[in-house]
Structure formats: C-alpha cells, structure tokens
C-alpha cells in the first residue's frame, strides 16, 4: 500500500491550496478515505473524510473552508483549502479510517499570518 500526498507549500492567511493523495495497493472505491494533519506538537487529527459514495464530513474547525473530493478512476482523494488560518499549519496525509494502512510521508502546508 502507498498514500502518496502532494499539493503543499507556504501560503499566507486567506490563501488556499489544493491538496492531493494517490493510492494504490487496495481497492481505492471500496473505502472511506480521510484527509489528517498533525501540527508541531500535536497529535493526529482527521479534518475531513469522505465516503467510498461520496459523502464529506468535516471536523467543526475546518468546515466551511474545505472541501473533500475524490476521483475514484484516479484513486485520488483531494482537499481543497480555502481561506488558511495559521493554525492549519501542519503535516497533511490521507488514509482509510477504518484501515488505516501504514502511513505516507504527507505534504507540508505552512500559513503565515
């Protein structure tokens, strides 16, 4: 199994930033797919999951400013970020939570204020 995530940089409060992650070795549209982050110092966190039938949720600090999607011919799942807070600073990688495979190397999204 590889999570292969990609799409972070160093952007400005109010910025955005597409994220993406690619998988491979499960059968990518049988699975719930979740985007996590882990700030400096701070434990794990999911921050949006999507079903294997679409549909998003979102944890109550991010809602409203991303978006989850996935491409299921791609076996991608995607995040977009809008309006970036500092506090969304962190390490972002996917996984399925109810497999939780061994975890990617994740991309960097820094926020400066």
């Known amino acids: 199994v590889q999570l292969q995530a990609s799409g972070g940089g160093s952007v400005q409060a109010g910025g955005s930033l597409r994220l993406s992650c690619t998988a491979s070795g499960f059968i990518f549209r049988t699975k719930t797919m979740a985007w996590y982050r882990q700030a400096p110092e701070r434990q794990r966190e999911r921050v949006a999951t999507?079903?294997?039938?679409?549909?998003?949720d979102y944890a109550e600090s991010v809602k409203g400013r991303f978006t989850i999607n996935r491409d299921n011919a791609k076996n991608t799942v995607y995040l977009q970020m809008n309006n970036l807070k500092p506090e969304d600073t962190g390490v972002y990688y996917c996984?399925?939570?109810?497999?939780?495979?061994?975890w990617g190397a994740g991309t960097l999204v820094t926020v400066s204020s």
């Open positions: 996984n399925a939570p109810l497999s939780i495979y061994p």
């Open positions: 999507i079903t294997r039938d679409g549909n998003p």
